[in-house]
């Protein structure tokens, strides 16, 4: 191999070297924005999220964000959220984790069988799982995708909570009053009899009135024209007028002072000699 050979095979392996994808060095958490935690064997208690089309760094901390996530983990596609890392037994060398992400391929999302781990920025202060994980292979991870897909929607949908509400019981529907029509029926008949009994005991009365006066005017009718008072005892009104005889307005008892004359005082009667 020539000088020249040798000198083009190294600056293209060099070339390779300075353009493959390698993971950021870890950061220190800033607020509101989403930060390189580490790269993890194990992405601890975080939850998978489902697998995002041209998924990147910051597609996956949207993610996370949208369901009030403080810590997410990639991995090619596959997104994870969670409350807290990984334990810090499970942070391996930042070299295992050049993956390039489908959607962005300058950024790393995990590597073989490890993951990227962010900080999306909700929250500064995270703590870690308290035990480390088992580290992950293509047997393990399946069943952790699919028992988590269940829990955690995925990127594209909301989360759907459904709500059922109590039977409602029908009000019990109460029969008729039996007591209280009996006592109605009761009254309503106490009432009619006692008009009835009023009207006919009136009525009767009118009758009776209507009789004895036809029978009052009938009797001074007669004393009338046989020239008599009529009976006291059927209490008839006597016809004669005290107005019409002037002899009734003096008193004609024998052997009286006559009303009309005064005998107070004496009288002086000239008379001729």
């Known amino acids: 191999m020539s000088v020249r050979q040798f000198t083009i095979a190294a600056v293209l392996a060099f070339a390779s ?62 997104c994870w959220c969670g409350d807290e890392y990984p334990n810090k037994a499970d942070l391996v060398d930042d070299k295992q984790c050049t993956e390039p992400c489908p959607g962005f391929g300058d950024e790393a999302c995990g590597g073989l069988d ?25 047997s393990s991870a399946a069943p952790s995708k699919t028992s988590s897909a269940s829990e955690a929607p995925a990127s594209t949908s909301d989360t759907i909570e459904t709500v059922t509400a109590p039977p409602t019981q029908e009000p019990q529907k109460s029969g008729p009053n039996v007591a209280g029509i009996a006592a109605g029926v009761v009254v309503g008949v106490v009432v009619v009899a ?25 009797a001074a009718v007669n004393a009338f024209i046989s020239g008599g008072k009529p009976p006291s005892s059927s209490g008839g009104v006597s016809m004669t007028d005290s107005r019409l005889d002037p002899v009734l307005n003096r008193r004609m008892s024998d052997g009286s002072i006559a009303d009309n004359q005064d005998y107070s005082r004496r009288i002086l009667r000239v008379t001729n000699a």
């Open 114 to 138: 490890t993951y990227t781990v962010y900080n999306t920025g909700k929250r500064v202060s995270v703590g870690e799982a308290k035990e480390p994980g088992s580290p992950s292979s293509s």
């Open 194 to 218: 006692a008009l009835i009994g009023g009207g006919f005991f009136w009525m009767r009365r009118k009758r009776n009135a209507e009789i004895e006066e036809e029978h009052r005017r009938n």
């Open 17 to 78: 070297l300075s353009t493959a994808t390698k993971e950021k060095a870890a950061q220190d958490p800033v607020a509101g924005t989403d930060t390189v935690h580490g790269c993890y064997k194990s992405v601890g208690t975080m939850k998978y999220m489902g697998p995002i089309d041209f998924n990147t760094q910051g597609l996956c901390v949207r993610l996370c964000l949208k369901n009030e996530k403080v810590v997410g983990a990639s991995n090619s596609n596959d």
